[in-house]
């Protein structure tokens, strides 16, 4: 248990559920096994069954049986001692187990209405237990001594580099502005020299005339300077 593992805190992660499914799912394995070899005794009497596909279904059987037996093994022994490894060792052999399960349901020499059945209930099975090993082994992995700390000094870190590029972008954004105003192409149909004839809100927008307030001032002076000296 959590307790007695060291680096790990007191709280129990292993999950009930999880645990009740498994001896669930062994249950229901036994019946199945049994019932699927029973359909392939039954098939290969009555129907016109290939000897190579008895040979091949009941080696398949008996393959899904000792992948069955390792996954509840290490679902068992993962979800008690809360370990990710034996918990990951499980979730790759529930994905072998899911393929055979298929296999027989829809792959097989003769498939009847009672392989759909059995086969059906096996891989609910399957996907409500992949489901809830995924949950203990992402409670496990938030458990391990470091990740979390790891974690936390990651987004730290990432953090103010966030907050500086969207600064920069945001004091950028005029420059880019003024530059791609500057960089704007004549008009060249009469109906856009009209329309490039009125000033732009922000293209007319002068960055000296921002900068001296009183530039408008001095060339209104200087202008009534030349029209008297002219004079």
């Known amino acids: 248990m959590a307790a007695a593992q060291t680096g790990r ?23 199945y096994f049994l019932a699927t070899l029973g359909l392939i005794i039954y098939k290969s009497l009555v129907l016109s069954y290939p000897g190579e596909n ?7 059987l008996f393959l899904l049986a000792g992948l069955e ?7 068992v022994r993962g979800n ?5 490894w034996c918990t990951g060792v499980s979730l790759a052999l529930t ?12 792959w097989q020499a003769y498939v009847l209405r009672a392989d759909v ?49 969207k600064c920069i972008c945001r004091h950028l954004s005029p420059v880019t502005r003024l530059h791609l105003c500057a960089q704007r192409e004549p008009s060249n149909t009469p109906a856009e020299r009209r329309g490039a004839a009125r000033p732009s809100s922000t293209c007319s927008r002068s960055p000296f005339r921002a900068a001296h307030p009183h530039t408008r001032d001095l060339i209104t002076h200087t202008h009534t300077h030349t029209h008297t000296s002219e004079g």
Do not use: H
């Open 117 to 165: 059945i059995l086969g059906a209930l096996l891989l609910s099975l399957y996907g409500l237990g992949g489901i809830l090993g995924l949950v203990a082994l992402a409670r496990f992995v938030r458990d391990i001594p470091g990740v979390t700390a790891a974690l936390r000094r990651v987004t730290r870190k990432l953090l103010p580099l966030l907050l500086a590029g």
């Open 80 to 84: 008690l001692q809360e370990s990710e």
């Open 9 to 31: 805190t007191a709280t129990i992660l292993s999950s009930v559920s999880l645990q009740v499914l498994l001896y669930l799912s062994a249950v229901y394995f036994i019946f």
């Open 95 to 106: 994905l072998a187990t899911v393929l055979l399960g298929v296999y027989f349901l829809q």
């Open 69 to 75: 037996a390792l996954r509840l093994y290490w679902g």
């Open 54 to 60: 008895i040979v091949l279904d009941l080696c398949l």
